[in-house]
């Protein structure tokens, strides 16, 4: 079975550091685009960036771009989410997403189950 | 690159028929056949029900199907039944600087469908 896990829930303060995770398992890690997603309280989807495990190229939104860094790691089939600086805006839930192989570039066929990152002091 | 233009909310009764419009520019629905669409009940990850304007992935009930016209893309969901009440987002593939890669998505703001 297809399955993107992600890391638990994480409460931060302003100025923080966070790492968050997708663990991707029933297929072949480095062959599928594996993309980021942000839901805000209360608002809709917004499309972050996109990576490709298999040689790491990376593509991001300009309205993310310089905000959060996406990364894999191929050996052990995980994506991460990283903001070097958390602000209170950052609140938001974040899901992983695989990217389908129909060829459509805003096809996700498999998603993570998000990750809840709440930004307070 | 702003997010694509849906009606806030629509309903429609049980057996009825309702389209959500998806409404951009000739930068991303305008430019490119690369529209999906997702269905996402309130605390689970979104489902991918459309893609490629008018496809639909396999296991998809054919009660949902798409269309594009110009800027506007549709989605349309024919027979209502109590378990389509979701919000649903179109996403659209759209034109972006070569610092990005040439192209980037962008997300409508959703539309929240009550069935009646």
């Known amino acids: 079975e297809v399955q993107l896990v992600q890391s638990g829930a994480e409460m931060k303060k302003p100025g923080e550091s966070l790492n968050i995770s997708c663990r991707c398992s029933?297929?072949?890690?480095?062959?599928?685009?594996i993309g980021w997603v942000r839901q805000m309280p209360g608002k809709g989807l917004e499309w972050m960036g996109i990576?490709?495990?298999?040689?790491?190229?990376?593509r991001y939104s300009p309205s993310f771009q310089g905000q959060v860094t996406v990364s894999a790691d191929k050996s052990i089939s995980t994506a991460y989410l990283q903001w070097s600086s958390l602000k209170a805006s950052d609140t938001a839930m974040y899901y992983c997403a695989r990217r389908s192989d129909h060829g459509d570039p805003t096809a996700y066929d498999i998603w993570g189950q998000g990750t809840m990152i709440t930004v307070s002091s | 690159q702003s997010a694509l233009t849906q009606p806030a909310s629509v309903s429609g009764s049980s057996g009825q028929s309702i389209t959500i419009s998806c409404t951009g520019t000739?930068?991303?629905?305008?430019?490119?056949?690369?529209v999906s669409w997702y269905q996402h009940h309130p605390g689970k990850a979104p489902k991918l029900i459309i893609y490629?304007?008018?496809k639909r992935p396999s296991g998809v009930s054919n009660h949902f199907s798409g269309s594009k016209s110009g800027n506007t893309a549709s989605l349309t969901i024919s027979g209502l039944q109590a378990e389509d009440e979701a919000d649903y987002y179109c996403c659209s593939y759209a034109r972006s600087s070569r610092e990005f890669g040439g192209g980037t998505r962008v997300f409508g703001g959703g539309t929240k469908l009550t069935v009646l």
């Open positions: 029933g297929y072949s890690f480095t062959t599928y685009w």
């Open positions: 990576i490709y495990p298999g040689d790491s190229d990376i």
């Open positions: 000739n930068s991303d629905v305008g430019a490119y056949d690369y």
């Open positions: 490629d304007v008018n």
